[in-house]
């Protein structure tokens, strides 16, 4: 199986929107760049493997993930979509029929507090070119509120739809992505059930 090192990619970094975003100025030191590009690099490792790269994922029953800093319940996954590896998310799968991909991400105790969400969504496209942010606001999720954003962009010159979840909840940061050649309501159907699903259980139980 063929891996990629994203450790030694070099992708230009491109501005989103006209200026920089005065809460990002604001925000710097060395934790918050450990930060930012620990995400940009997670969402990256995902494209590559929608891109054919071969990518890995456990923890998951088909109704509850759970690994040492969190737990929690989503699905059921639909029957069209088959589990695929990736190592930088928690779970992810593959809508063959759909030309889609679907990750989902998470992290606790690096940025769920300080950061908003907005802010979050921006960084994990803080490596790709040619974005367009094509509708984003604000829903609930799991009691809590959550920023879903509609965006085209492009990494490496190839050009992607993205539907993107992110919740903040109990320290902990979730990321929900829908990745697919082109829009497709029947398909994105799908993922938003999917995700409108979610619920945080205990770790410990």
């Not at 367009?132 to 954003?149: S, Y």
Request: aromatic share 10%; with cysteine.
């Amino acid at each position: 199986m063929q891996r990629v090192s994203i450790d030694t990619m070099s992708i230009p970094v491109v501005g989103w929107g006209p200026g920089p975003n005065p809460r990002m100025v604001r925000s710097s030191g060395p934790f918050y760049r450990d930060t930012r590009m620990f995400r940009r690099l997670q969402l990256t490792y995902v494209v590559l493997c929608v891109l054919g790269v071969g990518c890995a994922s456990n923890g998951y029953d088909g109704r509850i993930y759970r690994n040492d800093e969190l737990a929690f319940r989503i699905g059921p996954v639909p029957e069209s979509w088959r589990p695929i590896e990736a190592s930088d998310a928690l779970l992810a799968f593959r809508d063959d029929a759909g030309k889609a991909t679907i990750a989902v991400n998470a992290r606790c105790g690096l940025d769920g507090d300080d950061v908003p969400l907005e802010a979050l969504t921006k960084h994990l496209f803080l490596q790709f070119t040619e974005r367009q942010v094509q509708n984003q606001d604000l829903v609930r999720m799991d009691g809590r509120e959550a920023l879903r954003t509609q965006i085209v962009a492009a990494l490496d010159g190839v050009s992607k739809r993205y539907t993107v979840y992110v919740l903040k909840k109990d320290g902990c940061v979730y990321d929900f992505l829908h990745i697919a050649d082109d829009a497709s309501e029947m398909r994105e159907s799908s993922f938003e059930r999917f995700v409108r699903s979610f619920s945080t259980v205990d770790s410990a139980s």
